[in-house]
């Protein structure tokens, strides 16, 4: 036997209950952060809702844990896991939105459209190697590692492919939308 846990339900309650809490602070902090930064409530959604999708699917994938051949066991790691997929997601999508403010600034008479979608591929391949070469450590880790981390890495993994996505696919669209709203209700005064 190499080890063995007992988690009895009180610890379990409390450690969901702190698990809670930690992504909710996080996600809390991180909003504030972008308002501050960027001046703007669109980018705080724009990255709050690509950090909830990405949060949501890798948790959605951990109750699938009959499916694969190696522990998926929603713990410390776990939420450390969850918590590091949000700060890496949140990076990339500051980077793309500190594009778009950029841009903004040096063509302000350009349209709107054009400003996030340059700011997307100029940052495109930026984001695309920064993914690669973590997953490429990630899933050297995964294969090569011990079972203890093989979960860790497993989310890990997942919230790098996801968070890429939806920072390119989520934060910036809903950033667009609710700028173009804030735009237009200007425009209408």
């Known amino acids: ?10 610890i379990a309650s409390d450690m969901t209950r702190e698990a809670i809490w930690a992504v909710f602070f996080s996600l809390l902090a ?7 930064r960027f001046r703007n409530i669109a980018f705080s ?8 999708f990405t949060s949501f699917v890798v948790i959605g994938f ?4 009959g499916l694969f051949p190696f522990a998926m066991e929603v713990d410390q790691t776990f939420i450390a896991a969850i918590l590091t997929v949000i700060g890496y997601q949140v990076n990339d999508t500051v980077v793309v939105f500190d594009r778009v403010r950029e841009y903004r600034s040096l063509f302000p008479k350009q349209d709107l459209y ?5 700011a997307l591929c100029s940052t495109l391949s930026r984001t695309m190697m920064t993914s690669i070469t973590t997953l490429l450590v ?3 880790m995964f294969v090569l590692g011990g079972e203890t981390i093989r979960s860790f890495i497993f989310a890990m993994i997942l919230g790098v492919i996801i968070g890429t996505c939806a920072s390119l696919f989520i934060a910036s669209p809903v ?3 609710l700028t173009r709203k804030q735009a237009r209700k200007q425009a209408a005064k």
């Open 1 to 10: 036997m190499v080890s063995s846990e007992v988690v009895g339900p009180s």
């Open 138 to 140: 990630l899933i050297v």
């Open 45 to 52: 959604l724009g990255a709050l809702a690509a950090v909830a």
């Open 62 to 65: 951990y109750t699938l844990h």
């Open 175 to 177: 950033a667009y939308a």
């Open 30 to 36: 991180m909003a504030l952060y972008i308002l501050l």
């Open 114 to 118: 054009l400003t996030f979608n340059n």
